[in-house]
DNA sequence: TTTTTCGTTTGACATATATCAATGACGAGC
DNA sequence: GCTCGTCATTGATATATGTCAAACGAAAAA
């Protein structure tokens, strides 16, 4: 890999803190790689050789069962994935696939488990990055069991307007029918619960986002940092 | 805390490879206590001051929303929880309740932290835990989100004959309005859902169940270990 | 033993969500 | 500018699941 790529790694929480010949140890067999968009970069059941880093572009998570598939989260720059799956040397419980362009890191499993086995700032900086993707997993699951799925749109509306600056228009960063699947719901609901959030002030057009109500919206989305802060 | 209860805390697998005196320094602090059933331990969006060990009995994590509960998971003999919360100095995401007369051990969280911060085995062993857990999670939710109900009971059944010896006959170890909230459903539900596998050859008469046609219902259940085996 | 309580089951019904088919809208490539 | 393909939408319908009320049954209390 190049040494221009090194730094943005190195910034990321999970390898901040380490020491130095640590991080020369990871960084020395790592891969960098640009995918075009719908690549396949690992799939669930097969075995974890390497820790991915999203550099830049999208990466999707899906999981599989019973010829259906469900997004389970997409990533973006500055995340990891199958952390969980390395650290156990175990099979991959999802697949992985670009969805644009992306540029992704790649550190062989065996030196992930290596320095982590010898590295206790890099250990300790692991479990916070567990714990925080632990955390993420659990608010999931109260979502999909405690909420219908409008409110979940609704929920994930008021979520993005605030972590895209909390304006009255955003856009969505993702297309509908894989915002179907992360919500947990089919293309065609989603569709229909987007105009069922019309007499709350919601107004979508293609990818872009209006909310001219927000305590409406807020009084049937009832959002709670308890299911949707994504940090804590 | 008594002696006594100090080798079966060492035997979990996150004390088994900690340093003698980190072990000391956890357990001088920690606190044995019996609860009668149904005593709020912690309570959801509050801090998390004990890791908590389950010694005996049964403590189910449940959360709310919007005045509605459901159970996430019911935890026995060995378990740990709020590992996440503690170690992030987060919220709990989730109460927990004692479901029969329990023993826990609570560990205060500072020292967890403090012995996490300095021993390099019990760090690399939270790491595994939790490893543990997130995939435990990902697994429910990949459950609920391509499975039907009726193929989260039947596979439901299968699991636990498995865990309880594989024989034909068992019994549940939840009643059963806890196990439609585990489940994701209505006890009404559940108790359709138990109808409807009587042609997949199960009975449930009360917590026995019987599954006289194992490959008929596996037909159904279609198990897979990405989703259905704990370990791994 | 009787009574009470609580969990389970059942039926009738309402709602949520999925499916299928058709149409419409939009962008990529020619 | 056209054509094709893909995604989004809509309507009709089916299925899954929840809600409410009542009846039932087993375990605990009197």
Chains 1, 2 share one sequence.
């Not at 020491?19 to 719908?38: H, I, N, T, W």
């Not at 692991?126 to 409008?150: D, H, M, N, P």
Request: hydrophobic share 40%; with cysteine.
């Amino acid at each position: 890999m190049r040494d221009s790529d090194t730094p943005m790694i190195r910034s990321l929480p999970l390898f901040h803190d380490m020491a130095d010949d640590s991080f020369e140890e990871l960084v020395r067999g790592a891969y960098v790689q640009s995918f075009p968009p719908m690549v396949e970069l690992l799939v669930e059941g097969d075995g974890s050789d390497f820790l991915y880093i999203v550099v830049d572009g999208t990466v999707e998570l899906v999981a599989g069962w019973n010829d259906s598939e469900t997004t389970m989260t997409v990533l973006r720059e500055g995340s990891t994935f199958i952390l969980a799956a390395v650290i156990r040397e175990a099979p991959n419980l999802m697949s992985a696939r670009t969805l644009e362009k992306s540029k992704v890191i790649m550190l062989p499993a065996e030196d992930v488990r290596r320095v982590f086995a010898k590295d206790h700032a890099f250990a300790r900086a692991v479990v916070r990055e567990l714990a925080f993707c632990y955390r993420g997993v659990i608010k999931c699951v109260k979502g999909l069991k405690l909420r219908t799925s409008l409110e979940r749109l609704a929920n994930y509306l008021l979520k993005w307007q605030k972590k895209l600056g909390g304006d009255t228009r955003f856009t969505l960063t993702v297309e509908k029918r894989r915002l179907a699947s992360i919500l947990g719901m089919t293309p065609e609901n989603l569709s229909r619960a987007i105009k069922a959030l019309r007499p709350y002030g919601v107004v979508i057009t293609g990818l872009n986002v209006e909310i001219t109500k927000p305590d409406d919206l807020k009084s049937l989305a009832k959002p709670t940092p308890l299911i949707d802060d994504p940090r804590s």
